[in-house]
């Protein structure tokens, strides 16, 4: 006969019982809670991105994936970050203007 690892002696599984602690401690279950929790947070999400300095590039449109990682900000308002995609190889660093010009650093051999 299987033994079910998540079973506890009064029969009752683990997470079974993180719901009725749940139920307990909040007084609502667990979808009320993620519903809650998702709400508050597409909120403060929202209210970031309206004070947030988004900005539009002026490169144009490509159809190949690029991303941008460890981001950081300058203080004349430029960004400084390491840039990879389908069509870079293998990683650049690149300066982004306030403007949205692009301009390559250096590239970074992997080793």
Known sequence: MRQDHAARPNGV???FAFGIAL???TGRNGADTYDETTSQLSELYKSKA????GRKSSTPRRRIFTGYFQPVFEADGSVLAQKSGMDIYPIEMVRVHPDGRE????RIARQ
């Open 103 to 106: 301009e390559k650093l250096f």
């Open 50 to 53: 309206q004070h947030s300095c």
């Open 13 to 15: 599984g683990i997470h």
């Open 23 to 25: 139920k307990k401690v």
